[in-house]
């Protein structure tokens, strides 16, 4: 099966269980990617691992994101699955705002996931539902922010002991 | 006289000792801490903590130009950097849809495989370190160092190498660099059987490590585990065969597996890899017979740095000079996901492009991360000397752990 075919038989499929909470599809590159409702992420990554034909029982990696400007729908997620067998790969995609920035956890699918949703976690304070164990995982615990959304300068700002008055940040 | 110590046992509380694995300690070869609930020599429960050296790699990414980023990834798996350098070169040569000639496609095989093999040296003497062998250490310091010539012939670093450039490589092979390979090609199978002559059917490193930490294929799946680990346990996954890169798909090699995922059978994966891997980098030099000589990066002024003579005469050359070293390429807008077969596993990196001179997004997906949280539970019930083992079979690099 070819990225288009794919991409079509993994939209009727979400479409015909989901309805609603299928929002978009497209490819990007070499990959479908599904943009989904956020609630239905655990529920829809699931119906994914269990489908007898598409069998997506591979987490490769999972990615948050932080666009500013997407009024509403600052924050997302993306996973990739990946079926094993045939060589299938697709990317999940949730977005939400960054006033209430929660999300089903899917580590009941994936134990894998349990790091790298805390790593979201801690840079960009996305808090993912149901999750047994979210803390910081790279960064210290009293931190105070989440230092991968956009508005946070590469340098810390609340450092006090960096004179610049010479060279500036 | 049993009676009386029935009475005695139940009167005492069963208490456990609390074990500070870490952060700095010697047998785990890298900063991490473990917490471990010992009942005797038996750990009851772990908790891994990560994160100290953790040096923000994603963010750096979003304020540097494209091809200042490689300079990072060879922090990533320190051991095996050429293959992290080359999976960020390709990553943004499919941003860019650039094509690289064959020659040079074939000439990064030869690096990537070699980084490999030096990549599983380490590992395995590492696993002989542990069980007590460390004769075996130094004997693999001379392979080692043999390959790191190379690195050093083709860019003039030996770890942090920043090899290659965006559309191949930033010089050719010189006569000395051929050479080398050659007397590597000569001197590595003879040491590598010295080495498994050694351990692999050694009586007590079988006892040791047969058994040692094993994970079974589901729960590997699971956890997302690739690479030799995941073999390892039974699947046949390499991101080499699945989703060839680079030519992989010309060359003829078995991807080898294991059956128990246990440290024996990771030890021996990692060793027939080396095997294949030296049969790959021959397969190369035959292939590069036929190739035209001299050509070792595509055209793409963007990203190829022009000859120093024609930038002091050549008006063209000079802007395109000024351009790289400025980070002022054309860069299309996209999002891309690509993969390699590192070290450890899967390295991908997902960039997020807006059109900027820097990635949007840039996310790496470091394989020994995603591996290592699987550590705290194979380690329950094991005896801390095998919780050891299977650290170090695993092969946890602390640079990929934290990025």
């Keep these: 099966m070819d990225k288009e075919a794919l991409l079509v038989k993994v939209q009727e499929k979400l479409k015909a269980e989901f309805g609603g909470g299928f929002i978009s599809s497209e490819l990007i590159a070499d990959y479908p990617v599904f943009t989904l409702n956020r609630d239905i992420i655990c529920d829809a990554v699931r119906f994914l691992y269990n489908d007898e034909e598409l069998s997506f029982q591979f987490l490769t990696n999972l990615a948050g994101i932080h666009y500013p400007e997407n009024k509403g729908h600052e924050l997302g997620v993306m996973y990739q699955l990946h079926n094993l067998r045939k060589n299938y790969r697709i990317r999940l995609k949730v977005f939400f705002s960054i006033n209430e920035p929660s999300i089903p956890s899917i580590t009941p699918v994936f134990k894998g996931a349990n790091w790298m949703e805390r790593q979201e976690f801690d840079f960009f304070g996305i808090v993912f539902k149901g999750h047994p164990n979210l803390k910081r995982i790279l960064n210290m615990d009293d931190m105070g922010y989440h230092p991968m959304r956009k508005e946070f300068p590469l340098e810390d700002g609340t450092r006090e002991d960096k004179d610049d008055k010479m060279f500036g940040r | ?403």
């Excluded at chain 2, 690096?111 to 075996?136: K, Q, W, Y």
């Excluded at chain 2, 079974?216 to 699945?242: C, H, I, K, W």
């Design chain 2, 1 to 403: 006289m049993s009676k009386e110590k029935n009475i005695s046992t139940d009167l005492i509380e069963k208490e456990y000792t609390t074990l500070n694995l870490g952060p700095t300690h010697p047998a785990t070869h890298g900063i991490f801490q473990n917490v471990l609930k010992m009942d005797g020599e038996i750990i009851v429960e772990a908790e891994s903590t990560v994160g100290y050296i953790h040096r923000a790699f994603e963010k750096i990414a979003e304020h540097r130009n494209y091809y200042q980023i490689t300079t990072l990834t060879d922090r990533l798996n320190y051991c095996s950097s050429p293959i992290n350098n080359m999976a960020w070169h390709m990553s943004v040569e499919k941003l860019f849809n650039i094509e690289v000639p064959k020659r040079a496609q074939y000439l990064r095989v030869i690096i990537m495989e070699l980084s490999r093999i030096a990549d599983h040296l380490i590992c395995n003497s590492v696993i002989g370190v542990d069980t007590g062998a460390l004769t075996v250490y130094f004997y693999i310091f001379q392979l080692r160092e043999l390959i790191y010539e190379l690195f050093e012939e083709v860019c003039g670093a030996r770890l942090t190498t920043n090899i290659g450039r965006v559309g191949g490589l930033e010089r050719d092979f010189s006569p000395k660099a051929w050479a080398t390979l050659d007397k590597i090609l000569e001197e590595v199978p003879k040491g590598l059987k010295e080495f498994e002559n050694l351990l692999v059917r050694n009586r007590i490193f079988m006892d040791r490590c047969i058994g040692c930490g094993p994970i079974s294929a589901e729960m590997a799946l699971q956890y997302s585990f690739t690479g030799p680990n995941l073999r390892a346990a039974g699947v046949d996954y390499d991101v080499r065969v699945m989703n060839p890169y680079s030519s992989y798909e010309e060359f003829d090699f078995i991807v080898p597996v294991g059956t128990n995922g246990d440290t024996y059978d990771r030890f021996m994966v990692r060793e027939e890899e080396m095997w294949q891997s030296l049969s790959i980098i021959k397969q190369a030099r035959e292939k590069l017979k036929k190739e035209p000589e001299g050509v070792f990066n595509a055209n793409v002024p963007d990203f190829v740095l022009p000859p120093k003579e024609e930038v002091y005469n050549n008006m063209e050359a000079l802007i395109y000079h000024f351009k790289i070293v400025m980070g002022e390429a054309n860069v299309p807008k996209g999002e891309i996901y690509h993969a390699v077969e590192g070290g450890n596993g899967e390295l991908g990196f997902y960039i997020i492009s807006d059109g900027g001179r820097s990635p949007y997004r840039m996310h790496i997906r470091r394989p020994c991360f995603i591996y290592y949280q699987a550590y705290a539970e194979m380690i329950k019930g094991c005896l801390l000397s095998d919780a050891i083992l299977t650290m170090s079979s695993m092969n946890v690099i602390a640079g990929e752990l934290d990025a």
